[in-house]
C-alpha cells in the first residue's frame, strides 16, 4: 500500500493555484511577444500613415501617450472644415504604444533573460536580448528627459540659453525708473491643459495682483477685429481678439495665445488683457500706481557652458538663392576652458550630454547681408548615446553566437560515406 505521507504523492500545484506563477509565466511566453510585435507592427503603420497627415511631434504624443490606455488612428485624406484641414478618425481603439513597449520590455526581461536557460552556450542570445531590453529603456529615458530647443546667434555674440520648441510661459516683469528689476514667470506645465476654453487662478504671492487665465489657443495670433472680424464668437477686449491659427505639421512654429484678467487680491477685475507670443510688444498694466509688462514667449532654460558664434559661411547652388550647405565656426565658453569648434550639416557638437545641430541660419532673403545670424538645434538626452551601445552589445553578442555555431559546425564529427 502507498504510503500517502512519501513526497511523491503530494500533489503538484496547479497554476491556478498559484496566481503569481500563472502571471508571470504568461508576461513570458512567447505567444505574448509574438502578439506585441505584431501590435507595434500594426501601431508603427498607422503612426506613418497619421504622420503625414498631423506631423511627427502630434503624433508621438498621441500615439505613445502614457497618460492613456486607448487612442482613435486619425488617417486618410483630410477634409476642409472653416479653413482648417480635419483628418478622417477611425473609430477603432488602439492600445498606446507607450504601455506596449512597457509590456514588451517586461516580456524581454523575464522571458529573454532571468528564465532563459542560461549556459556558456547562449551568452550570445542573452546579450542580444540584454541590447533590446537596454534600447527599450534609453526609449523611456528619452521620452521623460529629452529636452528640444533652437540657438539663434548673431556673429559675434553670444548665449547661453536655448529657446525651448514647444513649452510656453507668461513673463511678467517689475520696472522702476522705466528698467527691469524682477522677472515672475507662470510656467507651461500649469498653462498647458487650459487649450479649449480652460481656465485657472494664479496667486501670485510676491505680487499686488492676481491673475485668471483663460482659454489658451495653441497656435494664435491677437488680430484687430475692425480689419479681421471674428467669425467664431471670440471675446473682444479692446478691438482686438485671439484668432486661431491652422495646425502646422512642424508644432515647433506653433506660438500660443492666451485670454487673461488681473485681479486685485480681494477678487476685483482691474483689467483684461490678450497676450500672444506672435505680439511684438509686451502689455502694460499699472496695479497700485506701478507698472508692470506682460507678455507671452517660449520659454528658455539655461546652458552650463556658454557659445559664441564666430563665423557662418554657407554655399548657394548656382544661379540661385537656395543653399547648398552651411557651416559655423563656433567658441564653447566653459567656465576658464575655451574651444573652438567647427558645426556643420550632420556633424554636431557634443558635450556634457547636450548636442547642438547646425539647423538653420538667416537673413536668406538677402545675398550678401551685413551680417548672418546661426540657428542651432539644441537637444539635451541623457540617453543619446545608448542606441548606439545597445548596438554594439547587440552586434558582439550576435557575432559571438555566429562564432560559436560555426565553431561547433566546423568541429563537429563527420560520418564516413558507406559504399
Wanted: some cysteine.
Amino acid at each position: 500500500m502507498e504510503n500517502s505521507n512519501s513526497p511523491n504523492s503530494r500533489p503538484k500545484k496547479s497554476a491556478a493555484s498559484n496566481p503569481l506563477e500563472a502571471v508571470v509565466k504568461f508576461l513570458s511566453s512567447t505567444q505574448l511577444a509574438t502578439f506585441l510585435l505584431l501590435a507595434l507592427f500594426v501601431l508603427t503603420w498607422f503612426a506613418t500613415l497619421e504622420q503625414t497627415v498631423n506631423g511627427l511631434k502630434p503624433m508621438m504624443d498621441k500615439y505613445f501617450n502614457w497618460k492613456e490606455l486607448f487612442f482613435f488612428p486619425e488617417i486618410g485624406k483630410p477634409w476642409q472644415k472653416d479653413g482648417a484641414m480635419v483628418p478622417i478618425t477611425i473609430r477603432f481603439p488602439m492600445p498606446s504604444g507607450f504601455w506596449l513597449c512597457v509590456l514588451f520590455t517586461i516580456n524581454l526581461t523575464l522571458g529573454g533573460l532571468i528564465r532563459f536557460r542560461k549556459s556558456p552556450q547562449k551568452i550570445g542570445i542573452l546579450l542580444s536580448h540584454f541590447s533590446i531590453v537596454f534600447l527599450m529603456v534609453a526609449a523611456g529615458v528619452t521620452k521623460f528627459t529629452e529636452k528640444r530647443g533652437a540657438l539663434q546667434i548673431y556673429e559675434g555674440k553670444v548665449s547661453d540659453a536655448a529657446r525651448d520648441y514647444h513649452a510656453e510661459v507668461i513673463e511678467i516683469s517689475e520696472l522702476a525708473d522705466g528698467k527691469v528689476t524682477k522677472v515672475h514667470l507662470v510656467d507651461w506645465e500649469f498653462l498647458k491643459d487650459l487649450r479649449g476654453g480652460g481656465e485657472r487662478m494664479f496667486k501670485l504671492s510676491n505680487l499686488p495682483f492676481d491673475l485668471k487665465v483663460t482659454n489658451l489657443v495653441e497656435n494664435a495670433q491677437v488680430s484687430p477685429a475692425q480689419f479681421v472680424p471674428p467669425v467664431k464668437g471670440e471675446k473682444v477686449i479692446d478691438g482686438f481678439y485671439l484668432k486661431a491659427l491652422p495646425r502646422a505639421k512642424e508644432t515647433e512654429a506653433h506660438m500660443a495665445g492666451v485670454e487673461l484678467s488681473v485681479l486685485s487680491k480681494g477678487g476685483e477685475n482691474l483689467q483684461e488683457l490678450l497676450l500672444g507670443s506672435r505680439s511684438l510688444k509686451p502689455a502694460t498694466v499699472s496695479v497700485d500706481g506701478r507698472p508692470y509688462l506682460l507678455q507671452m514667449r517660449k520659454k528658455l532654460w539655461p546652458l552650463p557652458f556658454k557659445v559664441q558664434l564666430d563665423d557662418f559661411r554657407v554655399e548657394r547652388d548656382p544661379g540661385t538663392n537656395r543653399a547648398a550647405a552651411y557651416e559655423s565656426d563656433v567658441t564653447r565658453l566653459d567656465g576658464v576652458e575655451t574651444e573652438e569648434v567647427l558645426i556643420q550639416m550632420n556633424e554636431p557638437m557634443r558635450r556634457r550630454g547636450w548636442t547642438f545641430f547646425q539647423a538653420n541660419w538667416g537673413p536668406q532673403d538677402d545675398p550678401n547681408p551685413a551680417e548672418y545670424y546661426s540657428v542651432f538645434e539644441v537637444v539635451h538626452n541623457p540617453a543619446d548615446h545608448w542606441p548606439l551601445w545597445s548596438l554594439l552589445i547587440s552586434m558582439a553578442g550576435l557575432i559571438g553566437h555566429f562564432v560559436y555555431k560555426l565553431t561547433q559546425f566546423l568541429t563537429k564529427p563527420r560520418k564516413s560515406a558507406v559504399s
